[in-house]
């Protein structure tokens, strides 16, 4: 499986042509667009070209000053990051611990197959009725509130359980967890079982093999399905919307409400900006790893 | 709902050949040759089942094919692919948007049959008994007519040319569920009310948002608005205060964005008062839960839409238009929206297709005699009931402001962001 760019044979690299338009057509060229329009200016009704900075502007307007507390875009941000951080940081523990559990303790390959289907079961329903479904079940007359009401553990219902920071987070976590359990599995499934066997013998405990064998070899994995977890979840705001019954802010909100409102320049903008952060942020995993010469 | 529509309207097509065979032969009319026209329908298509599609080919030999899309969406096509459709159903307060983007036309009113019928509202902004309706916001009456048939801007008087046929309007309110709430609620301000703290709702539409926010500012008496659907950015910000310290003590459970969202918190009893449309209503009623469409002591927030044509649509398919929308307020459809509880435009037409029993229940404020019945035949009232808020006088004459493209606009859209930030 290991091989590097230069060994592949020049006349061969045309097949990569196709892919390479698609690339093209459907990235490369959006992206610009989208880079252009945020310099533009518009009205109700129009956008008109030209080469401003007021977009940008207006984004970071009040932000220095401090008036009044945060900004509106810092405030935003902080918000998307605290559901960016806990989502990730759950996924990653619970996908680590699927993996492991999925690579190390089941042999049987048609078990495996079974088992991931399992976990591709939030994607089954369509976004609408996943979310609709939460409030039967957390919601104040929900499953969770009678089940405590009736073991008499509280005796009011707990209104935090829906529309809060914690439903928010519970759906990211419910949805993407698996997006972590793929390219963590992925990495587990090459490590060399010898090696673990080496270290067993050598007297390593339990805990040693996962945090200098299983772990480090697995980074890969780790540093791949937290590049999914965070560029989905900066991105977000059909969940954080729903489940966090649209008091909770998101960068995506904002975008969305400002495409509704025709004012695409400013939506464009955002989502420079956005794009910009989110890449930063993979830049920064990235230095963990060399992605290129791991895969 | 909306695939649910979709495969009806498949099977609609399977079923138009036969009709085609019955209904072409007798109705034919003369702008129909030989195959017949399809006309491209933008719009929300809210109200517009199967039945409307199959009795405007019966009728006319027409046929339309929805394109359903969200109202921001409507306004999108309207202005970005404007040959996309041949004829758009939006509504007035993007009036302000579309006219000055010169993509529709004003509709020739000597064309349309029932013009002198339609009713006072929008031509004068009267109610038929003359009682004076409140013109706050973006009203009908306001931006009716244009100078010419190409004119990008609002005519002061009445001219030939009319921005939009009206099609479709209602009175909006507040909905609460009373078996929740156990007293009698009067005043937009109780959506406020710390008694209703963590059971209430308003909507994360910031244009819909604000003119119900401002109705409630106004009945707590915390200022009197000159005109809600025209804030100064002054205004917006006290508006927006009160609210954001109220979503920050707490007040609201949620908001919602998603028609289903609202029926289903009200429904679930996670809210007990919210902002409301009134299909909404109707769809927590069908769930065995009590649900009114609560009449308030300070008026009701109004919308309304219409028929525009396109400045792409010519020739033959423009002529088409017109028939079509001759045919749509020649009473037929009329009674079909009246019966799920809009108000159709011309009223004297409708009547007509409805029973005595029916328009005095929907329209006049009267006790139902028998079953009330949806067109889906689904029972909506019982003998004996009344409906919220009573007659088409005392609902439409108690407008108090309309649905609004504000001037600051872009300002207000940032601070509702700002609040749902706080």
Known sequence: ?295 | MKNQLLSRRQALKLSAGTVAATGLGLYAPAVISSDPITLRYLGTAVSMGDEVQKKLFEDTGLKVKFIAVTTDEVTKRVLTQPNSFDIVDTEYFSLPKLVPSGNILGMDTKRIKEWDNVTSIFTKGITPKGKKVGLQGTAPSKVMYLEGSTGKSFAGDVTQYATLIPTIYNADTLGIRPDLIGRPITSWAELLNPEFKGKAATLNIPSIGIMDAAMVVEAMGEYKYPDKGNMTKSEIDLTMKIFTEAKKSGQFRAFWTDFNESVNLMASGEVVIQSMWSPAITAVKSQGKDCIYQPLKEGYRAWAAGFALPKTTKGKKADAVYEFVNWYLSGWVGAYLNRQGYYSAVLPTAKQYMSEDEWGFWMEGKAAKGDIVSPTGAKLASAGEKRDGGSYEDRMGGVACWNATMDENKYMVRKWNEMVAA
Request: include cysteine; proline fraction near 4%; charge should be negative.
């Open chain 1, 1 to 295: 499986m290991q091989f590097s760019l230069g060994k592949i044979k020049p006349h061969v690299g045309w097949l990569a042509l196709p892919f390479a338009l698609v690339f093209f057509a459907y990235f490369v060229l959006p992206l610009v667009l989208t880079i252009i329009v945020s310099f533009w200016d518009y009205t109700d009704y129009a956008i008109i070209p030209d080469l401003i900075f007021d977009n940008y502007i207006y984004i970071f307007e009040g932000c220095l000053s401090n008036e009044g507390g945060l900004c509106l875009t810092f405030k935003t941000y902080l918000s998307t990051f605290f559901f960016c951080f806990f989502t990730w940081l759950i996924t990653l523990v619970l996908g680590f611990c699927v993996a492991y559990f999925l690579a190390f303790y089941v042999n049987s390959i048609p078990l495996q197959v079974c088992l991931f289907l399992v976990c591709t079961i939030p994607f089954w329903t369509s976004n609408v009725i996943r979310m609709v479904s939460w409030i039967p079940l957390l919601g104040r007359n929900g499953l969770v509130n009678e089940f405590f009401l009736s073991l008499g553990i509280i005796d009011q219902p707990i209104e935090w359980l829906l529309y809060s920071s914690f439903s928010v987070i519970l759906a990211l976590v419910h949805l993407y967890t698996l997006f972590m359990i793929v390219p963590i599995f992925n990495s587990m499934i090459r490590i060399d079982r010898s090696i673990v066997e080496a270290a067993y013998d050598a007297g390593a405990s339990h805990r040693q093999i996962i945090f200098n064998i299983i772990i480090p070899l697995s980074k890969t994995g780790i540093i791949i399905g937290s590049i999914f977890v965070v560029t989905v979840v900066m991105g977000d705001f059909l969940t954080i919307g729903i489940m966090g019954g649209q008091q909770l802010a998101s960068v995506g909100k904002i975008i969305n409400t400002e495409m509704n409102y025709l004012q695409f320049p400013g939506a464009a903008a955002n989502a420079v900006i956005l794009l910009i952060i989110t890449i930063f942020i993979i830049y920064v995993m990235t230095k963990f790893i060399d992605i290129r010469k791991e895969l």
